[in-house]
């Protein structure tokens, strides 16, 4: 069947319709004109393959990886990256202006296109070692990788032949490269050769390395990084999304700061030096005991932590100046939401990793707070996700 694709869906694929019913074709952009084999059909929508260009996007790009089609890691690599950007930042405009959300959307901030992650989950069969093929548990066998760093690339070569790391394999780099950890099932042949290799090895849930974490470092601020712990995945732009934090907080200038879903407490330390007082709450055990050793490593002594859910010791707050969110992409519980407009901050910074649960959060707390701009950042190249932080201020600041 011939058609022409008008746009692009919220996850990059192009969005044509058929007797008025939307479908979604895979590795097709805005205006080509193409040949397309439906995969999946249900009541409401359709999904296709192009089977025949007749016509390709001028903004095409030639594909560099081999992968690309198999291994479910990329969606946007068949796109120029400066279109990618565009297309992230008009996703952001097209979602506020759905969500009814008043604010400006800034221009996206955005950096390197390949080789910015700095951590790695890879699965290993025999010598086959690569990512798991979307929706499958068969292995695409990788040499490298364009999304990961360049001293990751070296690890994964250096492993490949090593036939007693089997099952997943996870890879963390600190951001100077400097600083490699690696965590792996397999068999009681250890190889000694990897402790040359490897500042922190986990082997079968044990450390077996004198060190446990790495010290990786974002702008001015050091941390340490141990593998079970959340940390930002790019290399250079989480400097950028935290100076954006900074910036703000030097500008509204707050005396104590909550920092929700902290980490390993990074974003807090990273403005400590402004304010009087920041707590950090998060529910990951490992990133509590970094964020405790991060606070002595940046002698941030105004900075403390809790170990819980947000939603368990929310309602213990009041007389907070400014609170920065963080969530995982489920956004923020109701309980949460509720008792942040209860505290009634004069600012909140809002960091975000999916767009759909901030514009409903947004749509909440746009109640009682001006959303001062959404400015979207590229954290994941060549996916379609994007991260945002959005800057709210009290409408009223008399309490
Ligand atoms: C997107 S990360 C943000 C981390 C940090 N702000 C940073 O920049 O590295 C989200 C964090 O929320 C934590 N988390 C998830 N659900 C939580 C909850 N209900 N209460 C507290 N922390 C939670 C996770 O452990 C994770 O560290």
Redesign the pocket.
Known sequence: MRVVIDKLDNFGRGITHINNKICFVIDALPLEDVDIEIIYENKKYMEAKVSYYYKKSSFRADEICKYYSLCGGCDLLHLFFVKENEYKENKVRELVHKFHIDTEVKSIVYQDEYFYRNKIVLHKDGNNIGYYQKKSNSIVSIDSCLLVNKKINKLIEYIHNIDSIQGEILIRTSNDLEHSMISFFGNDNFDFSLLSMFDVIEYNKKIVTKEQYIITNVGHKNYYLSLA????VNTKL?EK??DEVYDNIRLLHPKIVL?????????GIYISDLVDSVIG????PS?YYDAINNKKLNQSNNVSFIL?????VIDNFQDVDCI?V???R?GL?KK?LFEINRINPNSIIY?S?DLFTLMRDLSYLQKNYIIKYIKPFNMFPRTYHVETISVLCRKTIEK
């Open positions: 712990s959340f940390f930002q989480t999304l935290y920092d929700l879903y902290c980490g390993t407490g990074t974003i709450i998060d529910n990951n990133n819980d859910s947000v939603e368990n920065i963080d969530p995982p489920k519980d949460s960091v990793c």
